[in-house]
């Protein structure tokens, strides 16, 4: 070995003990490595940043965009609610998560199916006070699994299908890879249904200072509209559907008179009423109910006529706020300051009566509605003062639907290949925000910058290994190991070594670099290529050891709160469950000779 190589492979070595250590920052160790490789001349310094640009750091960042939009949209909430009553067990969760993003990566890229996926991972584990570090990784995986199925279902599939045809005269078709990658799916989400037990309970995603000032307890006031589905149903049925996190505490019929929320008062159009609890889940229920919030119908505008950028707030009424012992309608809230009072919470205080008759109180916490580069100056009139911010997604705009059709027109253009992944997640992230599906404030809160930071620094550094040539070198020792195997016993080589290269390079890299190896590898051996470039396509889309070697595994990491010694925790395992079961099937379906 040059003393180059030497450099590389000590770099890479260092660089995967500190992440293992855990003592720093992910980002900070990647920074350190690039920092160290532009030291020792394996980096030039005019590539140093070029991983800033790369694909892969684009398709991450847009896909968090993109699953913060559906989050938001509500389309969540219809998909899920039919489904959630069935779904008590963490175990059946995992199943059912699992399953569902492997069959939607086999028709469209893993990345994308796991983005979509998200949102209700999300949520299950909000309704079942659980991590979602339970379930983020294991659908990380699952995607992986899910790719192996079709061409189109991964990126090494693709290229090994192209490279076939360069090598034989005739690709890899669609459905070529399913009667392999169908039972490693099947295989490997069997495993995953219990081996999640596996990963660390006390993981946590990343959270901010909105985590310390939760407040669950706030009273909005909602209307029934007259072509609402709730027009004839009954108290009890609203209350089935907003499940033990909404309460109703009031109903008030033309807009006066106060009833008494009985289980059997049967609602009619214009009904206002009175919702207790967390902002999230009013928002949920205001969504999945069809109601419209009071004060929905004077979103602020511009001098235009056009709908401004419009921000809620949550403060707290100070002791000399112009609030104190006023009421929103007597105040004129709107009129006057042109801001909405959407929901009120008092500790210990159960509201009954409408929104615009609570006499508020100093130390009430309200949430208001207004345009949001002059909210600071509106709560500064009223003598409020904000807490700190979060995204509420009460009063919210809901364009499901063009969410929905964002999503689809994405799905569509990668699935048929008319623009590649990185441009058509960066449109559906940027189409979130022109569109107001997602505000421009939100997006780039939804964006994971570490672990970007991350990505970005590690790119030119894994690269050193190709540039020093210590590839090659690997490849020829590779070489004169497996003219001692047994066929079985090669194939089963060459898959290992591609799991091993994929985490150092990304995976289209390493099928570049290993597939014509295999190729030469078969023929030096005497055998049939087949067997050995599917072996480098199950290789290369089944990193589950790190989180950098697939973008999949590196999307959930932030989320799932996950050190990178995690991934081993569950990886290895079902690389040796994918090892095992699929060189069999391999041989069984290309064989040798």
């Known amino acids: 070995m040059t003393l180059d190589q030497i450099l ?145 279902g991964t990126s090494p599939n693709i290229i090994v299908a192209r490279l076939r045809g360069e090598l034989t005269g005739e690709p890899f078709r669609m459905f070529d890879f399913a009667p392999v990658g169908l039972g490693l799916a099947v295989a490997g989400v069997a495993f995953l249904g219990v081996g999640y037990r596996l990963l660390p309970r006390d993981r946590r995603g990343t959270a901010g200072l909105d985590a310390a000032v939760a407040i669950t307890d706030y009273a909005t006031e909602a209307r029934i509209p007259a072509d609402s589905a709730l027009v004839g149903r009954t108290l009890a049925d609203l209350r089935a559907e907003a499940g033990s996190e909404v309460s109703v505490t009031g109903l008030v019929r033309e807009k006066t008179r106060r009833m008494a929320p009985l289980p059997d008062a049967v609602l009619q159009p214009r009904d206002r009423l009175i919702l207790r609890g967390d902002p999230a889940s009013l928002d949920r229920l205001v969504g999945a109910a069809g109601l419209l919030l009071d004060g929905e119908d004077r979103r602020p505008r511009t001098g235009d006529g056009a709908e401004d950028e419009v921000g809620t707030v949550e403060a707290v009424i100070g002791p000399t706020s112009l609030l104190v012992g006023q009421t929103a309608g007597g105040l004129a809230l709107h009129a006057r300051f042109e801001v909405t009072l959407l929901a009120v919470s008092r500790a210990g205080k159960r509201f009954t009566e409408r929104l615009r008759d609570i006499r508020l109180r100093a130390g009430d916490v309200i949430v208001l509605q207004g345009r949001e580069a002059g909210l600071p100056a509106r709560l500064r009139d009223l003598g409020a003062l904000p807490l700190a911010s979060r995204a509420l997604p009460l009063g919210s705009v809901r364009r499901g639907w063009i969410t929905v059709a964002i999503l689809a027109a994405t799905i569509a253009a990668v699935a048929t290949g008319l623009v590649p992944v990185a441009v058509a997640f960066f449109a559906a992230a940027l189409g979130m925000v022109v569109f107001r599906t997602l505000p421009a404030r939100e997006a780039y809160e939804a964006v994971e910058w570490p672990i970007l930071v991350m990505l970005a620094a590690l790119i030119p550094v894994s690269d050193a290994l190709r540039r020093t040539g210590t590839t090659d070198l690997l490849a020829g020792w590779l070489s004169e190991a497996g003219v001692l195997l047994p066929g079985w016993g090669a194939v089963a080589l060459i898959m290992v070594a591609t799991m091993a290269v994929t985490p150092f390079l990304n995976n289209a890299a390493t099928v570049l670099v290993m597939a014509p190896l295999a190729a030469s590898f078969a023929r030096t051996l005497g055998y049939r290529p087949d067997a050995f470039l599917m072996a480098v396509a199950i290789g290369a889309a089944c990193d589950f050891l790190t989180p950098i070697g697939h973008q999949c595994n590196t999307l959930v990491m932030g989320p799932g709160g996950y050190r990178f010694g995690d991934y081993a925790r569950l990886g290895a395992p079902l690389s040796l469950l994918v090892l095992v079961a699929g060189v069999p099937l391999i041989l069984l379906v290309w064989p040798l000779a």
């Open 8 to 152: 590389a492979v000590s770099l890479i070595g260092a660089t995967m003990a500190l992440f293992l250590w855990g003592r720093l920052r992910y980002d900070v160790v990647a920074g350190l490595a690039l920092v160290a490789g532009l030291a020792l001349g394996l980096v030039p310094a005019k590539e140093a940043f070029g991983g800033f640009s790369d694909d892969i750091v684009i398709v991450v960042a847009s896909a968090l965009v993109v699953s913060a939009a559906i989050a938001r949209s509500g389309v969540i909430e219809a998909v899920l609610r039919p489904l959630a009553p069935r779904l008590r067990s963490a175990q059946a969760q995992v199943v059912v998560l699992v399953t569902i993003v492997a069959v939607l990566s086999a028709f469209i890229k893993n990345i994308g199916a796991l983005a979509m996926m998200l949102p209700i991972a999300y949520q299950l584990a909000r309704k079942g006070d659980r991590s979602p570090s339970l379930f983020l990784m294991p659908m990380a995986f699952g995607a992986l699994l899910g790719g192996l199925v079709t061409e189109i």
